[in-house]
């Protein structure tokens, strides 16, 4: 191990559709407890019995979601997966992966359907009370190789058409602007074992700062 937790970690997954963050995080979840680290990983939306009926509407819902309906949806979804998981998990310790968060909400809901950013920001703040990524690794690959790793079945967020997520790709890299010491970019265009590498040093690296 490279250290004892009395506290937890919270690492959240960000990136396309497409861009292979969910492989990398069960990667990185194997590589974990390898070490002797107790792991959970989860996801937003749908985390848990509320969030999963969340999940079904914003994603298969066939009918009409207004773009405000859908930011409440998933900031819902938040405030209730921060409570009943991710802060009872990081106080007894553990090491939380998350696949999408916060970040998500701004690129998808800010970037991409043109809410109102510092709008999106605040009601974030709400949402999670208190408790914030201590890492995010943003998986970015161009939208044209997402789009093809997808495949033709898509849900309703990734039907949303190839400007959407040319928007959102240019969302996620500005919020990395913003956040370069929390967010760590990683070109998800290269080999699987080539990302895994690139994305445990920089884990390794955290585990040894703390």
Avoid: W
């Amino acid at each position: 191990m490279f250290f004892n937790m009395q506290k937890g970690l919270f690492i959240t997954f960000e990136g396309a559709d497409g861009s292979g963050k969910t492989t990398q995080l069960n990667n990185i979840k194997t590589f974990l407890e390898e070490k002797g680290y107790e792991v959970v990983i989860t996801r937003e939306p749908g985390a848990l019995d509320i969030g999963q009926k969340i999940r079904n509407i914003l994603l298969h819902h066939d009918g009409i979601v207004p773009d405000k309906c859908e930011m409440f949806l998933f900031l819902a979804d938040r405030a209730n997966h921060i409570e009943t998981f991710i802060k009872p998990a990081i106080e007894q310790g553990k090491i939380v992966l998350c696949d999408r968060h916060t970040d998500s909400t701004i690129a998808y809901q800010g970037y991409g359907r043109g809410q109102d950013i510092n709008l999106l920001k605040e009601l974030n703040k709400i949402a999670v009370n208190g408790i914030n990524p201590d890492l995010t690794l943003l998986f970015d690959v161009s939208t044209e190789t997402a789009q093809t790793r997808v495949g033709s079945e898509k849900d309703r967020m990734e039907s949303a058409g190839i400007e959407f997520h040319k928007k959102v790709r240019n969302g996620y890299l500005e919020l990395q602007k913003e956040n370069p010491n929390r967010i760590k970019l990683i070109n998800a265009n290269n080999s699987i074992e080539t990302v895994f590498e690139d994305t445990k040093n920089i884990i390794i690296k955290l585990l040894q700062e703390k």
